[in-house]
């Protein structure tokens, strides 16, 4: 994994956790969290956490700044809680990214409209296309 640095002032990334899940108390005890961002082959990974258990899954995770992280991610950010929004029956947890770490080659794991998806390669791109990144 490679490190990277944002530019943004602080840097921020959220994200939105039922009431009830162990992970919240988790969270607000640690007073930090951790995200990882599937690679696009990682579906397997993305369907055990949305319920559907595979115990061919073994040994998932690492520490990175003292925070679990999934093995294989396309990146990982750990950051600290800065802030909570609770929202119907969810909360929003908002942390200042301390660390952040990336394999360049990875692309991510996209879901949407019930199917996995993935982002089309820069190279595939028509020239126009390329320069609205």
Same mark, same amino acid.
């Given at each position: 994994?490679?490190?990277?640095?944002?530019?943004?002032?602080?840097?921020?990334?959220?994200?939105?956790?039922?009431?009830?899940?162990?992970?919240?108390?988790?969270?607000?005890?640690?007073?930090?969290?951790?995200?990882?961002?599937?690679?696009?082959?990682?579906?397997?990974?993305?369907?055990?956490?949305?319920?559907?258990?595979?115990?061919?899954?073994?040994?998932?995770?690492?520490?990175?700044?003292?925070?679990?992280?999934?093995?294989?991610?396309?990146?990982?950010?750990?950051?600290?809680?800065?802030?909570?929004?609770?929202?119907?029956?969810?909360?929003?947890?908002? +942390? /200042?990214?301390? $660390?952040? #770490?990336?394999?360049?080659?990875?692309? @991510?794991?996209?879901? =949407?409209? +019930? /199917?996995?998806? $993935?982002? #089309?390669?820069?190279?595939?791109?028509? @020239?126009?296309?390329? =320069?609205?990144?």
């Amino acid at each position: 994994m490679l490190s990277c640095r944002s530019r943004s002032t602080p840097p921020l990334i959220g994200v939105c956790v039922g009431t009830r899940s162990t992970l919240l108390a988790r969270v607000r005890h640690a007073g930090r969290f951790a995200v990882s961002v599937l690679a696009q082959d990682m579906e397997a990974h993305a369907m055990h956490f949305a319920g559907r258990r595979n115990d061919t899954l073994q040994d998932l995770f690492e520490p990175c700044d003292g925070l679990p992280v999934l093995k294989g991610a396309g990146a990982v950010f750990t950051t600290d809680l800065v802030q909570q929004v609770t929202t119907g029956d969810h909360v929003i947890l908002i +942390g /200042q990214v301390c $660390s952040m #770490a990336h394999d360049k080659a990875a692309r @991510p794991l996209l879901h =949407h409209a +019930g /199917q996995f998806k $993935s982002i #089309a390669s820069p190279d595939s791109c028509s @020239p126009e296309r390329q =320069h609205r990144a």
